[in-house]
């Protein structure tokens, strides 16, 4: 077991939040520059509009430097695609609350 996913277990499971929110709000790091950044805030606010964002992408960009890499840079397929699914149900659902579509 990694050490993320022991901070996981011991600190937050049994307060209820779920892995895939702890897994959606990793620090990541680009590789082109070097800034370290959340996932959930760059998905948040850097690919608001972006239709590939409701669509399981499976690509972080830097909050920084506006690159473009894949999440399986710094976790393994199965959980790039899971984490990618899950922030991709959390724009719906945002979307489906508010009325608003991603479209640029």
Do not use: W
């Not at 011991?10 to 590789?31: I, M, N, W, Y």
Request: with cysteine; glycine share 6%; net charge positive.
């Amino acid at each position: 077991m990694s050490e993320r996913d022991e901070r996981y277990n011991s600190e937050l499971k049994r307060r209820g939040v779920p892995k895939d929110l702890f897994d959606a709000s990793r620090q990541v790091t680009c590789p082109e520059c070097g800034q370290s950044f959340n996932l959930f805030y760059s998905r948040a606010k850097l690919c608001t509009g972006c239709i590939h964002a409701v669509n399981g992408c499976e690509f972080a960009r830097c909050i920084r430097c506006d690159t473009e890499f894949p999440l399986t840079d710094f976790m393994n397929k199965a959980k790039s695609r899971r984490t990618s699914t899950y922030l991709e149900s959390l724009i719906n659902n945002y979307h489906n609350t508010f009325g608003e579509r991603p479209g640029r």
